[in-house]
């Protein structure tokens, strides 16, 4: 959790190479591998007693109702082409009537798309996911698109419009790409 709020959380998560899809509505889950690195970045170890008590006095804390991600597709090993026709299929049926949300969810991977075809990008894993409030498409991809994928700048005003993290890794660049519905 953070001190001052989501946008310093979100922050804090990339600098450890977590993804914007592990956002858990008011939390990230540390796993245990980067416990060290969080702890050496200033974080704090506390109890989940503590840390619901700490999001409730800072206004943050989600009702314990709050969904997480439904999976829609999981797929590995997909040509751009292939990865294109499964996130427009699943985002329709998650969206009948393709609303705005869907629409500007597949218009920004549209242009992601075109984007790594020119570069000969492949993807190595591809998630479609849902919950009531959102909608998303994460994927992992070649690390020498690093210098052609780029996040946009955390501080979005319109809730509609696609938001896209990128997260360097090595091996792979993970992608995630959330619109609000």
């Not at 956002?23 to 506390?46: K, V």
């Not at 991600?69 to 292939?82: C, F, K, S």
């Not at 500007?104 to 591809?126: F, K, N, P, Y």
């Not at 070649?142 to 700048?153: E, I, V």
Request: a negative charge; hydrophobic letters at 40%.
């Amino acid at each position: 959790m953070s001190d001052s709020g989501y946008d310093e959380l979100h922050l804090f998560a990339s600098r450890l190479g977590m993804r914007r899809i592990g956002f858990q509505g008011d939390h990230y889950d540390l796993p245990a591998r980067l416990l060290p690195s969080a702890l050496a970045e200033g974080a704090a170890q506390i109890d989940s007693r503590v840390l619901v008590r700490r999001l409730r006095d800072a206004g943050l804390r989600k009702s314990p109702g709050y969904e997480g991600w439904t999976p829609l597709v999981r797929r590995d090993g997909l040509e751009i082409e292939q990865a294109a026709t499964e996130v427009d299929q699943a985002v329709n049926q998650a969206s009948p009537g393709s609303g705005r949300a869907a629409a500007e969810l597949l218009r920004v991977c549209d242009s992601l798309w075109t984007t790594m075809e020119e570069q000969g990008a492949s993807i190595h894993q591809l998630y479609v996911l849902s919950r009531p409030t959102q909608l998303a498409v994460a994927f992992d991809t070649d690390d020498s698109m690093a210098p052609h994928l780029h996040g946009d700048d955390p501080d979005q005003t319109d809730p509609a419009k696609a938001q896209v993290w990128v997260t360097g890794g090595n091996p792979l660049l993970a992608v995630d790409v959330l619109v609000e519905r």
